[in-house]
């Protein structure tokens, strides 16, 4: 889907500043004008708070976008099976848009240990790695599957646990 990220991001701020079903209403007929405005045609925004949960969905004729933020988000019904995960983790987000997948995870282990750990496990689970980088800052992680492609990044979060982002593209 041809959604500019600014856009995406402009939706996602109205949304984080959006506090109860009149405001939610109010960020989503600006955000319809904001991406219509700019995509050149109509656009559906539906956002909800719920349960210490946020979810924002954008469908254009193009495709839709969905993102899932807050407490223990679950992960998709269809994450697939073959990506391994941290022993132990909590979502914090997940986006999808069209074929591809973006989690944000939380765990408690150390970041070397979680990026070793995933970079074992990947492997284990046919991924061919294509990219392999660690730094104090944190280190990335590429795969390849079949017609997939998975980039990891890990690293310390501000109360010393690991933050692994995940995306998965269907090529």
């Given amino acids: 889907m041809p959604l500019k990220p600014l856009i995406c991001a402009a939706v996602f701020a109205l949304a984080l500043g959006a506090c109860g079903r009149a405001a939610d209403e109010a960020a989503e007929a600006a955000a319809e004008r904001a ?7 109509d656009a559906d925004v539906d956002i909800e708070s719920q349960d210490g949960q946020q979810s924002i969905t954008v469908g254009t004729a193009d495709g839709q976008l969905r993102h899932v933020s807050g407490d223990n988000v679950a992960l998709p019904a269809d994450f697939p099976t073959d990506i391994a995960l941290p022993a132990d983790y909590t ?10 997948l973006s989690v944000v995870l939380r765990s408690p ?9 995933l970079r074992a496990d990947q492997a284990s689970q046919g991924w061919k790695e294509l990219l392999s980088m660690e730094s104090s ?7 390849e599957k079949g017609k997939r492609g998975l980039l990891l990044n890990v690293a ?3 109360d010393g646990q690991s933050t692994v982002s995940m995306s998965l593209d269907e090529r």
């Fill in 156 to 158: 310390k979060d501000a």
């Fill in 91 to 100: 979502v914090l987000s997940v986006m999808t848009m069209g074929p591809s």
């Fill in 137 to 143: 800052e944190g280190s990335v992680l590429g795969f």
């Fill in 109 to 117: 282990g150390d970041p070397t240990d979680v990026y070793a750990k």
């Fill in 35 to 41: 991406i219509a405005a700019e995509a050149g045609g």
